[in-house]
């Protein structure tokens, strides 16, 4: 158990949950499952959190071949919400591969993609060195792969809302390199399974390059909504 | 809310209302247990990996050590307490004895807690019970009598 405390605020709305976020240090907590972890560790010492948790951002549509996201959406709601499974099944297949059945009620999707690096080895503060370079992490630890590319644009509550920042998910295949290298307006994440070091077949959705996109996205801009396009395909190597 | 101050809690915990004092970091298992003396709810890992913290939370299984007892506020609790009565099992909690399902028992009540609400999905079949209590472990490998003991309350 971390021995650094820390404030609380509930936000009101999404202003609200931007306004008290403005303030240094603070973090957002949705689901809670990977900044309390993160937290126990030592490995995050926010002086405040602002629970974002009620905010009416949950919900699942899917409009004109369009699937849109609501990025407090829980993992599990999407995993078995229809409309997922009918036309992005290998999303729902890997978010039912993930954690646990108690943490997919609990986290969100927008958490799963802002979450930070889940290699043991990053969430830790003894290993100071290892952090900020996700390439590396990729490269050290082989795993099988699924290729799944689909295009997801995010939209953040930001000053000059909503802007749209373009995600593309790629699954990285083991030491091989991103072949997309254009960095203007597009963040990368990254779907992959088999982490070796943890020797489970677990499927994982993972941020690849938060520092990329944190550093495009404004400071204290508030994940709202994930639109997936239709055309997204996918297949298995 | 400052980190040291405390803030009136408020929960439905096994139909029954309570209201306490909490700070900002205290999580729903640390309320439970050393403000409440529920102690039936486990503290295992206390980082969300092994699942003896399981509670229902809306009806929905999560990881107590977890959630942050102000996040919860003003929420519908289940612990294990709720679950069964004096003198009066659960069917699943006799299952779990019929089968022998447990050694040690301190993982008990977390399994307890999400084989309920994993039976309230529909489990198809012995694997979809494995897999469904993956966020559970057993240091005792009693795992082949709970998957049985689900398995016979699910009617597989």
């Known amino acids: 158990m971390s021995g650094h405390s820390f404030q609380y605020g509930r936000a009101a709305n999404i202003y609200d949950a931007r306004i008290q976020a403005s303030k240094p240090g603070t973090a957002f907590l949705a689901g809670g499952t990977d900044l309390l972890q993160l937290w126990k560790s030592g490995a995050m010492t926010p002086a405040a959190v602002v629970d974002i948790s009620r905010l009416p951002l949950g919900d699942v549509e899917f409009t004109d071949g369009q699937l849109s996201l609501g990025a407090l959406a829980r993992l599990s709601d999407m995993a078995t919400h229809p409309d997922v499974t009918r036309y992005h099944p290998l999303i729902a297949e890997a978010i039912l591969a993930s954690a646990s059945g108690q943490i997919r009620n609990m986290a969100t999707v927008g958490g799963n993609l802002l979450q930070r690096t889940r290699c043991p080895y990053f969430a830790t503060n003894s290993l100071p060195a290892t952090k900020g370079s996700p390439a590396a992490d990729v490269a050290r630890f082989p795993a099988r792969t699924a290729n799944q590319l689909c295009s997801v644009q995010a939209r953040y509550a930001s000053r000059r809302m909503p802007r749209i920042w373009p995600l593309r998910w790629r699954h990285l295949m083991p030491r091989s390199k991103c072949s997309d290298r254009r960095a203007s307006g597009v963040s990368r994440c990254a779907i992959y399974t088999g982490c070796p070091v943890r020797r489970r077949s677990a499927k994982q959705i993972s941020h690849r390059e938060t520092h990329h996109r944190r550093s495009r996205a404004e400071r204290n801009s508030l994940l709202c909504l994930l639109d997936l396009s239709q055309g997204s395909r996918s297949c298995v190597v | ?156």
Request: charged fraction near 20%; glycine fraction near 12%; proline fraction near 3%.
């Open chain 2, 1 to 156: 809310m400052s980190p040291g101050s405390s803030i009136r809690i408020s929960l439905k915990i096994n139909g029954r209302d309570h209201e306490f004092p909490a700070t900002a970091c205290d999580t729903l298992l640390d309320v439970l247990r050393d403000k409440l003396g529920m102690t039936g709810t486990k503290k295992g890992c206390d980082m969300g990996a092994c699942g003896a913290c399981t509670v229902l939370a809306e009806g929905r299984r999560i990881k107590s050590c977890l959630a942050l007892a102000a996040s919860c506020d003003g929420r519908s609790i289940t612990t294990i307490e709720g679950v069964g009565g004096a003198g009066k099992l659960h069917q699943l909690q006799a299952a779990f004895i019929r089968h022998d399902a447990l050694q040690r028992g301190y993982c008990t009540p977390g399994q307890i807690m999400s084989g309920l609400a994993l039976l309230e999905e529909k489990p198809a079949s012995l694997e979809a019970i494995r897999e469904g209590m993956s966020g559970n472990l057993c240091r005792c490998g009693a795992y082949p009598n709970i998957v049985a003991a689900i398995a016979e309350v699910a009617g597989l």
